[in-house]
């Protein structure tokens, strides 16, 4: 059973960091950038949402314990 919801937990932080890094590719886009720079855009949105995420899971499993 933990072992499901560590999984499900991880695909949903991945597919929410995907969506905010396609958010920013696009926007960076319609702002004029070049795809490579959307694409450093859309990088770099991705491993700030995965930073974060891996912070809270380190702060609550600090408090929890």
């Known amino acids: 059973m933990n072992v499901a919801v560590v999984l499900l937990t ?3 932080v991945v ?20 795809y490579p ?3 450093k855009q859309a990088a770099t949105t991705f491993a700030a949402v995965i ?3 891996a912070a809270m899971t380190a702060a ?3 408090v929890c314990t």
């Open 10 to 12: 991880t695909a949903l």
């Open 15 to 34: 597919v929410i960091a995907l969506l905010a890094a396609v958010g920013a590719a696009v926007l960076a886009r319609l702002d004029g950038a070049s």
């Open 51 to 53: 930073t974060v995420a």
């Open 60 to 62: 609550l499993a600090a």
């Open 37 to 39: 720079t959307a694409l």
